[in-house]
Protein backbone atom coordinates (compact mmCIF):
# COMPACT_ATOMS: atom_id res chain seq x y z
CA UNK A 1 0.00 0.00 0.00
CA UNK A 2 1.11 3.59 -0.64
CA UNK A 3 1.25 5.14 2.67
CA UNK A 4 0.17 8.93 2.94
CA UNK A 5 2.23 10.65 5.06
CA UNK A 6 5.77 11.58 6.47
CA UNK A 7 7.75 8.68 7.07
CA UNK A 8 10.58 7.16 8.86
CA UNK A 9 11.35 4.09 5.99
CA UNK A 10 12.47 4.19 2.88
CA UNK A 11 10.49 4.63 -0.84
CA UNK A 12 10.68 1.07 -1.08
CA UNK A 13 8.80 0.36 2.22
CA UNK A 14 6.55 2.75 2.17
CA UNK A 15 3.89 0.80 -0.21
CA UNK A 16 3.63 -2.16 2.39
CA UNK A 17 2.98 -1.38 5.37
CA UNK A 18 -0.66 -0.99 7.09
CA UNK A 19 -3.69 -2.74 4.46
CA UNK A 20 -6.71 -1.22 4.60
CA UNK A 21 -9.09 -2.13 7.40
CA UNK A 22 -7.01 -1.61 9.78
CA UNK A 23 -6.00 0.59 12.66
CA UNK A 24 -3.61 1.23 15.47
CA UNK A 25 -4.72 0.00 18.88
CA UNK A 26 -5.77 2.63 21.36
CA UNK A 27 -3.39 1.35 23.58
CA UNK A 28 -0.58 1.34 21.31
CA UNK A 29 -1.07 5.16 20.45
CA UNK A 30 1.51 7.91 21.07
CA UNK A 31 4.07 6.21 23.03
CA UNK A 32 6.50 7.43 20.80
CA UNK A 33 6.84 9.36 17.32
CA UNK A 34 6.08 6.24 14.93
CA UNK A 35 2.72 5.80 16.82
CA UNK A 36 1.99 9.51 15.92
CA UNK A 37 2.94 8.66 12.43
CA UNK A 38 0.77 5.69 12.26
CA UNK A 39 -2.06 7.49 13.91
CA UNK A 40 -1.84 9.95 10.84
CA UNK A 41 -1.44 7.30 8.24
CA UNK A 42 -4.64 5.87 9.51
CA UNK A 43 -6.15 9.00 8.93
CA UNK A 44 -4.96 9.22 5.11
CA UNK A 45 -6.01 5.63 4.86
CA UNK A 46 -9.29 6.64 5.80
CA UNK A 47 -10.00 9.13 2.74
CA UNK A 48 -9.82 6.65 0.34
CA UNK A 49 -13.25 4.98 1.51
CA UNK A 50 -15.92 4.67 -0.95
CA UNK A 51 -17.92 7.17 1.16
CA UNK A 52 -15.30 9.67 0.51
CA UNK A 53 -12.72 9.64 -2.02
CA UNK A 54 -12.97 7.03 -3.52
CA UNK A 55 -16.21 7.13 -5.14
CA UNK A 56 -18.51 9.59 -3.77
CA UNK A 57 -16.16 12.74 -3.94
CA UNK A 58 -14.28 11.79 -6.78
CA UNK A 59 -16.03 9.67 -9.81
CA UNK A 60 -18.78 8.77 -8.06
CA UNK A 61 -22.06 10.67 -7.16
CA UNK A 62 -20.89 14.63 -6.95
CA UNK A 63 -19.20 13.73 -10.28
CA UNK A 64 -22.82 12.60 -11.68
CA UNK A 65 -24.15 15.68 -10.29
CA UNK A 66 -21.92 17.86 -12.57
CA UNK A 67 -23.68 16.14 -15.54
CA UNK A 68 -20.39 15.32 -17.30
CA UNK A 69 -21.65 11.28 -18.09
CA UNK A 70 -25.10 9.45 -18.72
CA UNK A 71 -25.97 7.35 -15.46
CA UNK A 72 -26.26 3.66 -15.97
CA UNK A 73 -27.50 2.74 -12.44
CA UNK A 74 -30.21 4.15 -10.08
CA UNK A 75 -27.92 5.41 -7.64
CA UNK A 76 -26.02 7.42 -10.37
CA UNK A 77 -29.44 8.67 -12.06
CA UNK A 78 -30.43 9.92 -8.48
CA UNK A 79 -27.72 11.61 -8.21
CA UNK A 80 -27.37 12.84 -11.89
CA UNK A 81 -31.09 14.26 -10.97
CA UNK A 82 -30.01 16.31 -7.93
CA UNK A 83 -32.77 13.72 -6.06
CA UNK A 84 -31.52 13.92 -2.29
CA UNK A 85 -34.85 12.02 -1.54
CA UNK A 86 -34.03 9.39 -3.53
CA UNK A 87 -33.71 6.26 -0.10
CA UNK A 88 -30.52 4.84 -1.70
CA UNK A 89 -28.50 8.38 -2.49
CA UNK A 90 -29.76 9.52 0.99
CA UNK A 91 -27.99 6.36 2.61
CA UNK A 92 -24.73 7.25 0.75
CA UNK A 93 -25.03 11.52 1.37
CA UNK A 94 -25.60 10.07 5.45
CA UNK A 95 -22.26 7.97 5.13
CA UNK A 96 -20.11 10.25 3.48
CA UNK A 97 -21.20 12.67 6.18
CA UNK A 98 -20.48 10.37 9.02
CA UNK A 99 -17.40 9.20 7.56
CA UNK A 100 -16.01 12.53 7.09
CA UNK A 101 -16.91 13.58 10.56
CA UNK A 102 -15.12 10.31 12.12
CA UNK A 103 -11.85 11.16 10.24
CA UNK A 104 -12.15 14.88 11.36
CA UNK A 105 -12.49 13.23 14.67
CA UNK A 106 -9.14 11.30 14.28
CA UNK A 107 -7.56 14.57 13.51
CA UNK A 108 -8.58 16.18 16.55
CA UNK A 109 -7.59 13.34 18.63
CA UNK A 110 -4.16 13.17 17.03
CA UNK A 111 -4.10 17.22 17.46
CA UNK A 112 -4.91 17.28 20.93
CA UNK A 113 -2.56 14.42 21.46
CA UNK A 114 0.79 15.57 19.94
CA UNK A 115 -0.07 19.36 21.50
CA UNK A 116 0.45 18.13 24.86
CA UNK A 117 2.63 14.74 24.34
CA UNK A 118 5.74 14.77 26.21
CA UNK A 119 7.65 12.78 23.93
CA UNK A 120 10.78 13.74 22.52
CA UNK A 121 10.81 13.36 18.59
CA UNK A 122 14.26 12.55 17.14
CA UNK A 123 13.76 14.86 14.60
CA UNK A 124 12.23 18.33 15.68
CA UNK A 125 10.80 18.87 11.87
CA UNK A 126 8.73 15.83 12.15
CA UNK A 127 6.31 16.78 14.90
CA UNK A 128 5.99 20.36 13.54
CA UNK A 129 5.19 18.50 9.58
CA UNK A 130 2.32 15.93 11.55
CA UNK A 131 0.78 19.22 13.74
CA UNK A 132 0.45 20.79 10.35
CA UNK A 133 -0.65 18.03 8.29
CA UNK A 134 -3.23 18.10 10.88
CA UNK A 135 -4.45 21.03 10.97
CA UNK A 136 -4.74 21.31 6.74
CA UNK A 137 -6.70 17.99 6.64
CA UNK A 138 -8.84 18.88 9.12
CA UNK A 139 -9.77 22.34 7.60
CA UNK A 140 -10.21 20.75 4.21
CA UNK A 141 -12.38 18.16 5.16
CA UNK A 142 -14.79 20.95 6.86
CA UNK A 143 -14.26 22.56 3.65
CA UNK A 144 -15.45 19.64 1.96
CA UNK A 145 -18.98 19.26 4.23
CA UNK A 146 -19.37 23.04 3.44
CA UNK A 147 -19.22 23.56 0.03
CA UNK A 148 -21.87 20.40 0.01
CA UNK A 149 -24.27 20.87 2.80
CA UNK A 150 -24.63 24.50 2.96
CA UNK A 151 -26.28 27.05 0.34
CA UNK A 152 -22.82 28.71 -1.31
CA UNK A 153 -21.87 31.93 -0.05
CA UNK A 154 -23.09 33.98 -3.15
CA UNK A 155 -26.44 32.77 -1.61
CA UNK A 156 -26.32 33.00 1.80
CA UNK A 157 -23.33 33.35 3.86
CA UNK A 158 -25.30 33.74 7.28
CA UNK A 159 -26.90 30.02 6.77
CA UNK A 160 -26.83 27.90 9.95
CA UNK A 161 -25.94 24.28 9.57
CA UNK A 162 -22.75 22.13 10.22
CA UNK A 163 -20.36 21.85 12.98
CA UNK A 164 -16.85 23.03 13.32
CA UNK A 165 -15.69 19.94 15.66
CA UNK A 166 -12.08 20.55 17.53
CA UNK A 167 -12.14 18.97 19.89
CA UNK A 168 -12.27 14.65 20.06
CA UNK A 169 -15.03 12.97 22.28
CA UNK A 170 -18.66 13.99 23.66
CA UNK A 171 -18.01 17.27 23.36
CA UNK A 172 -20.54 18.82 20.39
CA UNK A 173 -20.13 22.02 18.89
CA UNK A 174 -22.99 24.23 17.85
CA UNK A 175 -24.35 24.86 14.14
CA UNK A 176 -22.04 27.49 12.67
CA UNK A 177 -22.99 30.37 10.09
CA UNK A 178 -21.14 29.75 6.31
CA UNK A 179 -19.27 33.21 7.39
CA UNK A 180 -18.42 31.97 11.03
CA UNK A 181 -16.98 28.80 9.69
CA UNK A 182 -15.18 29.58 6.96
CA UNK A 183 -13.28 31.81 9.34
CA UNK A 184 -12.48 28.55 11.31
CA UNK A 185 -11.07 26.72 7.80
CA UNK A 186 -9.04 29.84 7.38
CA UNK A 187 -7.76 29.82 11.14
CA UNK A 188 -6.72 26.27 10.48
CA UNK A 189 -5.31 26.88 7.36
CA UNK A 190 -2.70 29.43 8.42
CA UNK A 191 -2.20 27.22 11.51
CA UNK A 192 -1.15 24.74 9.21
CA UNK A 193 0.87 26.93 7.20
CA UNK A 194 2.75 28.52 10.18
CA UNK A 195 3.89 25.07 11.25
CA UNK A 196 4.76 23.66 7.73
CA UNK A 197 6.23 26.78 6.36
CA UNK A 198 10.27 26.52 7.75
CA UNK A 199 10.41 22.31 8.15
CA UNK A 200 8.43 20.87 5.36
CA UNK A 201 10.68 19.06 3.02
CA UNK A 202 8.68 19.95 -0.24
CA UNK A 203 10.44 23.43 -0.36
CA UNK A 204 14.04 21.79 -1.19
CA UNK A 205 12.39 19.58 -3.81
CA UNK A 206 12.58 15.72 -4.74
CA UNK A 207 15.66 14.13 -3.33
CA UNK A 208 17.23 11.25 -4.77
CA UNK A 209 19.64 10.67 -2.04
CA UNK A 210 18.65 7.45 0.43
CA UNK A 211 16.04 7.90 3.41
CA UNK A 212 17.82 7.24 6.63
CA UNK A 213 16.22 5.70 9.86
CA UNK A 214 14.62 8.90 10.98
CA UNK A 215 14.89 10.91 8.24
CA UNK A 216 11.46 12.22 5.74
CA UNK A 217 10.92 11.27 2.76
CA UNK A 218 11.30 14.32 0.43
CA UNK A 219 9.19 11.85 -2.69
CA UNK A 220 6.50 11.57 -0.91
CA UNK A 221 5.17 14.57 0.07
CA UNK A 222 2.63 15.54 -2.77
CA UNK A 223 0.43 12.15 -1.09
CA UNK A 224 0.19 14.38 2.57
CA UNK A 225 -0.74 18.06 2.74
CA UNK A 226 1.83 19.81 2.66
CA UNK A 227 2.54 23.18 2.03
CA UNK A 228 1.87 24.09 -0.94
CA UNK A 229 -1.41 21.97 -0.49
CA UNK A 230 -2.38 23.68 2.05
CA UNK A 231 -1.95 27.33 0.49
CA UNK A 232 -3.94 25.57 -2.53
CA UNK A 233 -6.63 25.09 -0.17
CA UNK A 234 -6.22 28.79 1.15
CA UNK A 235 -6.74 29.97 -2.59
CA UNK A 236 -9.91 27.76 -2.88
CA UNK A 237 -11.54 29.03 -0.27
CA UNK A 238 -10.77 32.29 -0.83
CA UNK A 239 -12.21 32.30 -4.31
CA UNK A 240 -15.29 30.30 -2.69
CA UNK A 241 -15.69 33.36 -0.69
CA UNK A 242 -14.74 36.68 -3.33
CA UNK A 243 -11.87 37.27 -1.30
CA UNK A 244 -10.01 37.06 -4.88
CA UNK A 245 -6.86 39.34 -3.79
CA UNK A 246 -6.05 36.56 -1.30
CA UNK A 247 -7.26 34.04 -4.00
CA UNK A 248 -4.68 35.00 -6.60
CA UNK A 249 -1.69 36.06 -3.86
CA UNK A 250 -2.32 32.32 -2.61
CA UNK A 251 -2.53 30.14 -5.86
CA UNK A 252 0.44 32.74 -7.07
CA UNK A 253 2.21 31.69 -4.04
CA UNK A 254 2.17 27.53 -5.30
CA UNK A 255 3.67 28.45 -8.39
CA UNK A 256 7.29 29.59 -6.51
CA UNK A 257 7.47 25.75 -6.24
CA UNK A 258 8.56 25.48 -10.39
CA UNK A 259 11.01 28.81 -9.74
CA UNK A 260 12.68 27.77 -6.76
CA UNK A 261 12.98 24.19 -7.49
CA UNK A 262 14.95 22.98 -10.72
CA UNK A 263 12.92 20.88 -13.08
CA UNK A 264 14.26 17.60 -12.15
CA UNK A 265 13.66 18.12 -8.49
CA UNK A 266 9.86 19.41 -8.43
CA UNK A 267 7.89 17.04 -6.64
CA UNK A 268 4.86 18.55 -8.95
CA UNK A 269 4.57 20.66 -12.28
CA UNK A 270 2.40 20.60 -15.45
CA UNK A 271 3.24 17.72 -17.24
CA UNK A 272 4.03 18.10 -21.38
CA UNK A 273 2.53 16.52 -23.77
CA UNK A 274 4.32 12.83 -23.51
CA UNK A 275 6.17 13.08 -20.89
CA UNK A 276 3.93 11.62 -18.38
CA UNK A 277 3.80 7.75 -19.89
CA UNK A 278 1.39 5.83 -18.58
CA UNK A 279 0.17 7.82 -15.91
CA UNK A 280 -2.83 9.53 -17.63
CA UNK A 281 -4.40 10.98 -14.21
CA UNK A 282 -1.28 13.59 -14.26
CA UNK A 283 -0.03 12.74 -10.58
CA UNK A 284 2.89 15.13 -11.02
CA UNK A 285 0.28 18.13 -11.40
CA UNK A 286 -1.37 17.21 -7.66
CA UNK A 287 -0.60 19.31 -4.94
CA UNK A 288 -1.94 16.79 -3.09
CA UNK A 289 -3.45 13.41 -3.90
CA UNK A 290 -5.33 10.39 -1.93
CA UNK A 291 -3.02 7.25 -2.19
CA UNK A 292 -4.83 3.85 -4.01
CA UNK A 293 -4.46 0.01 -3.58
CA UNK A 294 -3.84 -1.68 -6.93
CA UNK A 295 -7.59 -3.62 -7.61
CA UNK A 296 -9.45 -0.65 -5.03
CA UNK A 297 -9.91 2.45 -6.85
CA UNK A 298 -8.54 1.21 -10.09
CA UNK A 299 -10.72 -1.27 -10.77
CA UNK A 300 -13.83 0.75 -9.81
CA UNK A 301 -13.27 3.17 -12.15
CA UNK A 302 -12.98 0.76 -15.10
CA UNK A 303 -16.67 -0.51 -13.69
CA UNK A 304 -18.19 2.80 -13.99
CA UNK A 305 -16.43 4.05 -16.96
CA UNK A 306 -15.23 1.39 -18.66
CA UNK A 307 -16.79 -1.17 -21.19
CA UNK A 308 -20.23 -0.97 -20.35
CA UNK A 309 -20.12 1.65 -18.28
CA UNK A 310 -21.15 5.19 -18.49
CA UNK A 311 -20.65 7.58 -21.29
CA UNK A 312 -19.93 11.26 -21.76
CA UNK A 313 -22.65 13.65 -22.27
CA UNK A 314 -23.28 15.43 -25.58
CA UNK A 315 -21.62 18.18 -24.28
CA UNK A 316 -18.40 16.61 -24.30
CA UNK A 317 -18.31 17.07 -28.75
CA UNK A 318 -18.18 21.05 -28.03
CA UNK A 319 -15.68 20.52 -25.00
CA UNK A 320 -12.54 18.86 -26.99
CA UNK A 321 -12.78 20.96 -30.57
CA UNK A 322 -8.86 20.40 -30.93
CA UNK A 323 -7.73 16.41 -30.93
CA UNK A 324 -4.26 17.53 -30.17
CA UNK A 325 -5.74 18.12 -26.52
CA UNK A 326 -3.64 15.42 -24.52
CA UNK A 327 -6.80 14.81 -22.61
CA UNK A 328 -8.59 13.65 -25.47
CA UNK A 329 -6.23 11.55 -26.91
CA UNK A 330 -5.17 10.26 -23.20
CA UNK A 331 -7.62 10.02 -20.70
CA UNK A 332 -10.81 9.47 -23.24
CA UNK A 333 -11.89 6.23 -25.34
CA UNK A 334 -12.79 8.12 -28.99
CA UNK A 335 -13.05 5.22 -31.11
CA UNK A 336 -17.15 5.55 -31.17
CA UNK A 337 -18.24 9.23 -31.07
CA UNK A 338 -21.75 8.56 -30.07
CA UNK A 339 -20.09 6.24 -27.22
CA UNK A 340 -17.37 8.22 -25.72
CA UNK A 341 -15.81 6.55 -22.22
CA UNK A 342 -13.40 7.79 -19.77
CA UNK A 343 -11.64 4.53 -19.90
CA UNK A 344 -7.95 5.46 -19.07
CA UNK A 345 -7.84 8.59 -16.92
CA UNK A 346 -8.35 6.59 -13.66
CA UNK A 347 -8.85 2.98 -15.22
CA UNK A 348 -5.86 -0.27 -14.61
CA UNK A 349 -3.61 1.32 -17.43
CA UNK A 350 -2.93 4.54 -15.87
CA UNK A 351 -0.20 3.88 -13.38
CA UNK A 352 1.84 5.74 -11.12
CA UNK A 353 5.19 7.03 -12.87
CA UNK A 354 8.63 7.39 -11.06
CA UNK A 355 7.56 5.50 -7.69
CA UNK A 356 8.47 1.55 -6.78
CA UNK A 357 6.98 -1.32 -4.96
CA UNK A 358 7.81 -3.16 -1.83
CA UNK A 359 9.33 -5.68 -4.76
CA UNK A 360 10.87 -2.94 -6.43
CA UNK A 361 9.36 -2.96 -9.91
CA UNK A 362 8.89 0.57 -12.14
CA UNK A 363 5.62 1.57 -12.90
CA UNK A 364 3.11 -0.73 -10.69
CA UNK A 365 1.08 1.40 -8.70
CA UNK A 366 -2.08 1.95 -9.34
CA UNK A 367 -3.34 6.03 -9.91
CA UNK A 368 -3.96 8.01 -6.85
CA UNK A 369 -6.84 9.95 -6.61
CA UNK A 370 -6.17 14.09 -6.86
CA UNK A 371 -7.11 16.10 -4.13
CA UNK A 372 -5.96 19.44 -5.64
CA UNK A 373 -3.95 20.32 -8.54
CA UNK A 374 -1.91 23.00 -10.38
CA UNK A 375 -4.36 23.38 -12.99
CA UNK A 376 -6.64 24.37 -10.27
CA UNK A 377 -4.66 27.05 -9.22
CA UNK A 378 -4.01 28.52 -12.56
CA UNK A 379 -8.09 28.71 -13.04
CA UNK A 380 -7.73 30.36 -9.79
CA UNK A 381 -5.11 33.15 -10.53
CA UNK A 382 -7.01 33.91 -13.99
CA UNK A 383 -10.39 34.10 -12.39
CA UNK A 384 -9.10 36.13 -9.23
CA UNK A 385 -7.20 38.27 -11.21
CA UNK A 386 -10.19 39.10 -13.99
CA UNK A 387 -12.78 39.32 -11.12
CA UNK A 388 -10.63 42.07 -9.11
CA UNK A 389 -10.46 44.20 -12.62
CA UNK A 390 -7.45 45.56 -12.85
CA UNK A 391 -5.52 43.33 -15.59
CA UNK A 392 -5.42 43.57 -18.52
CA UNK A 393 -6.58 40.10 -20.50
CA UNK A 394 -3.08 38.86 -21.05
CA UNK A 395 -1.94 39.46 -17.57
CA UNK A 396 -4.54 37.88 -16.92
CA UNK A 397 -4.41 34.84 -19.08
CA UNK A 398 -0.74 33.93 -18.35
CA UNK A 399 -1.33 30.64 -16.18
CA UNK A 400 -3.86 29.55 -18.04
CA UNK A 401 -1.91 30.00 -21.33
CA UNK A 402 0.60 28.01 -19.80
CA UNK A 403 -2.09 24.65 -18.69
CA UNK A 404 -3.03 24.88 -22.12
CA UNK A 405 0.59 24.73 -23.50
CA UNK A 406 1.07 21.92 -21.06
CA UNK A 407 -2.38 20.00 -22.83
CA UNK A 408 -0.90 21.31 -26.58
CA UNK A 409 -3.80 23.59 -26.77
CA UNK A 410 -3.04 26.99 -27.93
CA UNK A 411 -6.89 28.61 -27.71
CA UNK A 412 -6.64 31.33 -25.50
CA UNK A 413 -2.70 32.13 -26.97
CA UNK A 414 -4.31 32.59 -29.96
CA UNK A 415 -7.19 34.53 -29.02
CA UNK A 416 -4.74 36.74 -27.05
CA UNK A 417 -3.70 38.31 -30.52
CA UNK A 418 -6.69 40.04 -31.01
CA UNK A 419 -6.93 43.64 -29.50
CA UNK A 420 -10.91 42.91 -28.96
CA UNK A 421 -10.42 40.11 -26.65
CA UNK A 422 -11.59 40.97 -23.29
CA UNK A 423 -11.24 39.75 -19.45
CA UNK A 424 -14.88 38.88 -19.27
CA UNK A 425 -14.28 36.67 -22.34
CA UNK A 426 -11.31 35.07 -20.75
CA UNK A 427 -13.77 33.97 -18.29
CA UNK A 428 -15.44 31.62 -20.92
CA UNK A 429 -12.08 29.77 -21.37
CA UNK A 430 -11.87 29.48 -17.30
CA UNK A 431 -15.35 27.34 -17.57
CA UNK A 432 -14.35 25.54 -20.28
CA UNK A 433 -11.37 24.47 -18.46
CA UNK A 434 -13.19 23.45 -15.65
CA UNK A 435 -15.39 21.58 -17.52
CA UNK A 436 -12.46 20.03 -19.55
CA UNK A 437 -10.03 19.23 -16.70
CA UNK A 438 -11.43 18.04 -13.76
CA UNK A 439 -13.40 15.01 -16.08
CA UNK A 440 -14.12 12.30 -13.18
CA UNK A 441 -12.90 14.65 -9.86
CA UNK A 442 -16.09 15.54 -8.63
CA UNK A 443 -15.29 19.03 -9.07
CA UNK A 444 -17.40 20.69 -11.75
CA UNK A 445 -20.89 20.44 -9.49
CA UNK A 446 -18.89 23.03 -7.03
CA UNK A 447 -17.63 25.15 -9.62
CA UNK A 448 -21.40 25.86 -10.96
CA UNK A 449 -22.56 26.15 -7.07
CA UNK A 450 -19.92 28.79 -6.36
CA UNK A 451 -21.23 30.92 -8.87
CA UNK A 452 -24.77 30.04 -8.04
CA UNK A 453 -25.74 29.24 -11.96
CA UNK A 454 -29.01 29.55 -12.46
CA UNK A 455 -28.55 26.40 -14.85
CA UNK A 456 -26.31 24.19 -15.74
CA UNK A 457 -25.86 22.06 -18.88
CA UNK A 458 -27.72 18.43 -18.44
CA UNK A 459 -26.56 15.09 -19.19
CA UNK A 460 -28.85 14.71 -21.72
CA UNK A 461 -28.02 17.22 -23.63
CA UNK A 462 -30.21 20.14 -22.47
CA UNK A 463 -30.06 23.12 -19.55
CA UNK A 464 -31.21 22.01 -16.39
CA UNK A 465 -32.39 24.84 -14.52
CA UNK A 466 -30.93 24.93 -10.38
CA UNK A 467 -32.17 26.55 -7.11
CA UNK A 468 -30.45 26.87 -3.78
CA UNK A 469 -32.36 23.91 -3.10
CA UNK A 470 -30.61 21.45 -6.21
CA UNK A 471 -26.73 22.75 -5.31
CA UNK A 472 -27.30 21.68 -1.59
CA UNK A 473 -27.38 18.35 0.43
CA UNK A 474 -29.43 17.98 3.17
CA UNK A 475 -27.79 17.76 7.01
CA UNK A 476 -28.92 13.94 7.82
CA UNK A 477 -30.36 14.15 11.04
CA UNK A 478 -27.94 11.39 12.49
CA UNK A 479 -26.39 12.72 15.54
CA UNK A 480 -22.66 13.97 15.60
CA UNK A 481 -21.28 11.39 17.68
CA UNK A 482 -19.23 10.50 14.70
CA UNK A 483 -16.89 13.30 16.69
CA UNK A 484 -16.05 9.88 18.30
CA UNK A 485 -13.65 7.25 16.27
Not at 343 to 354: A, D, E, I, R, Y
Not at 409 to 422: G, K, N
Amino acid sequence: MLLACAVTVSCNDWFGITPDGSSVPEDRFFRNENAYLNALTDIYTQLRAESLYGRTLSVGEVEFMGQNFHPTDALQTAAASLDYTNATFAGAIEQTYVDMYRAIAACNNLIEHIETTRVVFNDPDRKHIITGELYGLRAALHFELLRLFHPAWAVDPDFVGLRYMTHFGMTVSEPLSTRAFVERVLADLDRAAEELRDHDPIFAGFSLSSVLPGEIDSRLRTFCMNYYAVRGMRARVCLYMGDYIQAAACAEEVFEHLTLVDKTYQLFHFCAPGEYGDDYSFSREHLFGVSTLPGGFDELTDRLYGEGGAVVTAHYAGLFTDSRDTRYRDWFDNSQPDRVRMSHKFGPQSVLSGYTSTGGSDQVLPCRIPFIKLGEMALICTEALVRQGDADAATAAARLVEMQQARDVTEVADRLTDPAFTTDQLLEYVEREYRRDFFGEGQLFHYYKRLNRTSIPQYDGTERAMTAADYTWPIPAVSVQANQL
